[in-house]
């Protein structure tokens, strides 16, 4: 949306699911994004100017939250909130551009933490985000209908 005029204009369309949390690239060329399609989430990305969108990650997980390397070369984003990996801008197994899959950059796998929101340093050297280590007790209510 042109926040001037208030002219607005559609930047990608997908054939199924729910396109969220865009994400510009440093450079200001590319937009990536999550899309949703029932349980799963997949990384894309198009170019700000306007194109094709395409398709980034293919496993069967949820990948979301992308953000970009300082650089604007590579997505980081989180895998069911459990680790942050990165792929290239350029593609993934699928595409034609390339034939990179995507590489953990973490290794919690635990489903005791949960991962969101990561932010690459303008000078692309820390990636900050959040971590929350689930923790629980165990109660024993007595019933007092009984």
């Known amino acids: 949306m042109e926040l001037a005029s208030g002219k ?3 930047l990608a369309s997908v054939s199924q699911g729910l396109a969220q949390d865009p994400a510009c690239s440093p450079d200001g060329q590319w937009v990536a994004f999550h ?20 398709q980034l990650t293919f496993a ?6 992308p953000t ?23 593609g993934g197994p ?17 489903f005791s933490i949960m991962l ?13 985000f959040t971590r929350n280590d689930k923790a629980g007790d165990i109660y024993i209510l007595e019933n007092p209908a009984e």
């Open 8 to 10: 607005e204009e559609v």
């Open 35 to 54: 899309v949703q399609v029932g349980n799963q989430r997949k990384i894309w990305v198009v170019p700000l100017a306007g194109g094709e969108a395409r």
């Open 60 to 65: 069967e997980s949820e990948d979301s939250h």
């Open 68 to 90: 970009w390397s300082a650089d604007s070369r590579l997505i980081y984003f989180i895998r069911n909130h459990q680790d942050i990996y990165v792929v290239p801008r350029e």
């Open 94 to 110: 699928s595409t034609p551009l390339g034939t990179s899959e995507p590489k953990p950059v973490t290794e919690f796998r635990s």
């Open 116 to 128: 969101d929101y990561p932010v690459v340093t303008a000078d692309g050297r820390k990636i900050l």
